[in-house]
């Protein structure tokens, strides 16, 4: 396990770039299966997980070729569907979240798919069903071995249907959404997730030859296609990253200009910081944060304690709100962080509370954080990163306090953040890993 040691306390100051997005690449990485020409990504993170998802097509047969250090080119003209009943398929697939939408394109192109139950964040339950249920009303018969792995089948193809889903789970979408483009008929999704990273994924399909109508939206029309082509495609800047720059400005007094940002693309992530009294310019496609000794939460109108929780997209997404809450430690004011997806998301708050924080763990879903105004800084602790983004959050919790800290199990981070350590040392950080 590797551990950063953080020296804290020191401003850092400069310009950077976020990577590309980890939550869209590995809904593109999937949506190469569904074509036998060839697909050129660009701007691929190089993490963990999406670097694990890469090995994953490779070893199923996909065709990889490495154009430059953040594009590939990959053609899955011979994929070997005799590699999914080998125990290396399934140890690779249950490593990590994103490869559960192989499950679309795999059944759609080749009437079957297996999958273990998948890996990612240990954040509380992460139930497939909404998969499922759509795959089964496009044809797919599904049969359960166990409640950890998953065989689907659709012997005479898939037809378009109509459904409702029960909630807006985006990997399920995702899925749900490649299927359709190769299946018989009209498919339409109601209450589809609808985030940016999806839309992505809708405009690669079209470009491929799918017909989408509804991108953006929650209703989502497919009309199935004979056969999908290839493309090439760009992802967005990861706004997880930017949100987390924002938060690592704020708590450490610095100057930091994130670039290149797709700044429409962010939807309230902007506005959801400026609540918690973040200064923010935006210059072109740039975010300045410019240095602020303070910092002080919004109250509603009538003066009442700010709520800040997730949602569905336009919501605030959840994958940013264990960089809020840590953000807020230092804040002047008060604000109720309510996490309503994932209900073992905010544990993370003792290490905060051992670090001098003051938070009350109100249940699992919610924490209340009286902010200290900068009037007493965190200490370094020891403490190990639960999750990718509970990590990150301790990392610049660790980046504000006083003195020394050490964070193992940075694998985590390291799962959704490119070589996080090395870009923030180049911002003046003191980072070293162990
Ligand atoms: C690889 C990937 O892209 N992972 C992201 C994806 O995970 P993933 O696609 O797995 O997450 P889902 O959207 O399926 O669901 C996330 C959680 O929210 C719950 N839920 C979902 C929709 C809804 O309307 N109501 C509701 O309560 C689900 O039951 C689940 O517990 O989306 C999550 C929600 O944005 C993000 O945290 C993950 O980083
Ligand atoms: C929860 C996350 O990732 P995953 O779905 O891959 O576990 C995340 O990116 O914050």
Redesign the pocket.
Known sequence: MASFEVIGGHPLKGEIVPQGAK?EA?QILCAVLLTPEAVTISNIPDIRDVNKLIELLRDMGVKVGKLASDTYRFQADAVNLDYLDTPEFIAQAGAL??SVMILGPMLTRFGKCQLPKPG?DKI????MD?HFLGLEKLGGKLTLEGTDFYRIKADNGLTGAYMMLD??????TANILMAAALAQGTTTIYNA?CEPYLQQLCKMLVRMGAKINGIGSNLLTIEGVQSLGGTEHRMLPDMIEIGSFIGLAAMTGSEITIKDCQIPELGIIPDTFRKLGIKLEFRGDDIHIPAQDHYEIATYLDGSILTVSDH?WPGF???LLSIVLVVATQAKGTVLIHQ???ESRLFFVDKLIDMGAQVILCDPHRATVIGLDQRQKLRGISMTSPDIRAGVALLIAALSAEGRSVIENVEQIDRGYQYIDQRLTALGAKIRRL
Not at 124 to 127: E, I, L, N, Q, V
Not at 167 to 172: C, Q, R
């Open positions: 939550n590995l979240r994103g990612g509380g339950r992460r139930p909404t909630e807006a789970s985006v990997t399920g997730a569905t997404t959840p994958d309503k997806m994932f």
